[in-house]
């Protein structure tokens, strides 16, 4: 009795085997329970990113020769969306400030909003190509409380590289190329411009999948 109680059970497992394909799923079923893994570097959702760097302006009137470089603390903050695993769209905003603090001047200061949009030539990875444009702002304040300030046209470039720390949030360092052109009439065109390379954090809305 217990010899044929135990074929019965090699027949009805064998019987079970043969159905299953090559690949390991039941024949003619559907897949429970398998979860497909996506790659871990897939972007989407909404980001911000907040950067913290050394800036060296530089400026020149006209077809003068740029002044010499002078190196200050930088901010850049970005917000925006992934509409996909390479692109992000969004907002940029940069700002650069040197205190002079000599009895008349307090500081001068450089700043741009741009739309802006990173490329990831490839989606695994961290790297990715930065440009922009929208307008700059640069002036001057006195310790008298008066102050000076141009509006321009303005563009950027850039290039960094994201370390995943988290699903969400990733650090790495950035070199961007800040400039700004400020025409008045019967005046030179004042043209500055910002390198910074800094370290920023981001932040995926989304998380990666």
Known sequence: MRRITLLAVVALGAGF???IDAQGRPSG???R????VQPTGIRHGLYGSLGLGDG????K???DKYTSSIGKPALTLRVGGTPSQQIRLGAEF???SNPINDGVTNSENFGAALMSAQFFPAPQS???LKAGAGFATSGVSYTNGSSTNETGFAFALGTGYEYQVSRSVSVGPTVDWYQGSFTKRGDATLTERVINLGLQVSFQGGGRR
């Open 17 to 19: 085997l043969a159905r």
């Open 29 to 31: 079923g559907r897949d």
């Open 33 to 36: 329970g398998l979860v497909e």
């Open 56 to 59: 060296m302006e530089q400026y």
């Open 61 to 63: 009137f006209g077809n």
């Open 94 to 96: 940069f700002g650069w």
């Open 126 to 128: 961290g790297f990715y």
